[in-house]
């Protein structure tokens, strides 16, 4: 007799609450307690609101900690991970397709040319390879070659405000993340469309995924569908349910 299948999606937020509560008991163990001085275990609204603190605080560190020159660890050929695993918050046989000669990029917020990009056009730009390790925060990572546009010299080109504070990302598999400007102007940032020696599966986030190897996965999109550059604060799909923001790896 066969089980359903849970809903991912569905459980995901319940899951993310006991994996919060269980992070806040460590840090007490830690000597959080002198933090969260009032705070009981059993109260979640407590809960919620003291690891809302830690997230920015984290958040804030990271960013000060942060430097454009420092770049993440690249490999050699020979260490890729064979395969590449999947990874969403759905399961593989649900992976969503598009046209790859139909896609196009819509481009907005604080930019000069909105209009939208075509994979033509992506190739066109220069191309940068790196052979760098993801980092998934449920605990296992992966070295993978990818080859892309790097993210600051497709801003260059639509005129966007490098002063603005956020890129923000929506995809065609309903996710969204977003990065900061010193994060989207890092020279390992880019707009992936190969992996390999040949153009981006589908598992991977066909026809284009951003890679950020300075970055846990989550802020790693894929399936992408728009762009944004704005001063106004996006979130993210696992962020609004309590990942930190800044994510860094």
């Known amino acids: ?15 993310r609450r006991i994996e ?12 959080g307690l002198s933090m ?16 809302a603190v830690m997230s920015r605080f984290t958040d804030r560190m990271q960013a000060l900690l942060f430097s454009r020159q420092r770049l993440a660890r690249e490999f050699d050929a020979s260490q890729i991970t064979q395969p590449f695993p999947f990874n969403a ?3 593989e046989d649900e992976v969503r397709t598009v046209d790859p000669a139909r896609w196009r990029l819509e481009v907005g917020g604080l930019v000069s040319d909105r209009r939208p990009w075509s994979l033509a056009q992506f190739r066109a730009l220069p191309q940068k390879r ?6 998934c925060v449920e605990g296992w990572s992966a070295i993978g070659d990818w080859s892309g546009v790097p993210l600051s010299i497709f801003l260059h ?3 966007a405000d490098l002063r603005a504070k956020y890129v923000n990302f929506r995809c065609f598999d309903d996710y969204s993340t977003s990065i900061d400007m010193a ?7 880019i707009m992936a469309l190969d992996y ?10 066909a026809p284009m995924k951003v890679r950020i190897p300075t970055k846990l996965g989550y802020k790693n999109p894929k399936y992408l569908s728009s762009i944004e550059v704005t001063n106004r604060f996006p979130g993210g799909y696992w962020e609004d349910q309590g990942y930190n923001w800044f994510g860094g790896s």
Not at 3 to 14: F, K
Not at 198 to 203: E, F, G, K, Q, R
């Open 89 to 91: 918050y759905y399961d």
């Open 36 to 51: 969260l001085s009032g705070c009981a275990l059993d109260d979640e609204p407590s809960v919620e609101r003291a690891l």
């Open 157 to 159: 080109h639509v005129g």
């Open 196 to 205: 390999g020696d040949h153009a981006l599966p589908s598992a991977y986030g």
């Open 1 to 15: 007799m066969s089980r359903a299948r849970p809903d991912r999606a569905a459980i995901a937020p319940e899951l």
């Open 20 to 31: 919060r509560r269980l992070m806040l008991k460590g840090s007490l163990s830690l000597g």
């Open 130 to 135: 790196q052979i760098t390790r993801h980092i």
């Open 183 to 189: 994060t989207a102007l890092h020279p390992q940032t």
